[in-house]
């Protein structure tokens, strides 16, 4: 099956930065959810979207769901060192994950 | 409730030998998905069960299988282990399948092949 493409792959920001990734794809999703995986944790489910142009805020986490429903982005405002992780989006049936954006965070 | 819970956590095998990897999946939930998560590759999806059907399958060779129980639980075999296979293994459950399930992630097995 097709694959959601994720970028970056790595990301290294000083504590304060916003950080961005992007998820991708050439076909239109019925949703797409979001995930965090702590180094040497697993992943958790962190939110899911639905409806075209969707925008959903978790304290300082933003997600949005492209008009299009091709694409989704996950912003985090003044990144702490506990938002350090991988973080993943997962498309629909065998879709599945991305490959992930690791998120280093510099105190 | 318990969450999900994988047995071994960790494992050493030998080229050549066959695993068997075991999910609990949270008391009700239905559907058990296995990925191989490895540094270079990410999270790869195996396959999913529900109601002891596979529902969908990753594109993995004929070596990896699996089964669902009627109490949900699930296993993963692997035969013919190659060093390729080292790999963390990880099931996650959701109450449904479908696409708008949330899905609660096991702590994983941690294959070793030599």
């Known amino acids: 099956g097709q694959q959601v493409m994720q970028i970056p792959q790595y990301q290294h920001v000083q504590e304060g930065e916003d950080f961005t990734t992007y998820c991708n794809s050439s076909t239109t999703l019925s949703n797409i959810q979001w995930y965090k995986q702590r180094p040497g944790g697993h992943p958790v489910f962190l939110i899911q979207?639905?409806?075209?142009?969707e925008v959903k805020k978790q304290k300082r986490l933003t997600f949005q769901f492209g008009e299009a429903k091709k694409n989704s982005s996950l912003h985090i405002t003044a990144t702490q060192t506990t938002d350090v992780g991988t973080y993943f989006c997962?498309?629909?049936?065998?879709?599945?994950f991305g490959a992930g954006t690791r998120l280093t965070v510099k105190p | 409730k318990a969450g999900v819970t994988q047995t071994p956590r960790y494992l050493i095998k030998t080229r050549g030998q066959q695993v068997t990897l075991s999910c609990s999946p949270i008391?009700?939930?239905?559907?058990v998905s296995w990925y191989q998560q490895t540094p270079g590759q990410g999270l790869q999806f195996l396959f999913e069960y529900f109601s002891e059907t596979q529902r969908n399958k990753g594109n993995f060779p004929g070596r990896f299988s699996g089964r669902q129980f009627s109490n949900s639980r699930s296993e993963m075999n692997v035969s013919t282990l190659e060093l390729g296979d080292s790999a963390l293994y990880l099931c996650?459950?959701?109450?449904?399948?479908?696409?708008?399930?949330?899905?609660?992630f096991g702590p994983g097995t941690r294959l070793t092949v030599l």
């Open positions: 979207l639905v409806k075209s142009g």
């Open positions: 997962a498309g629909p049936d065998d879709m599945r």
């Open positions: 996650a459950s959701s109450l449904l399948t479908g696409p708008y399930n949330e899905q609660f």
């Open positions: 008391s009700g939930h239905r559907s």
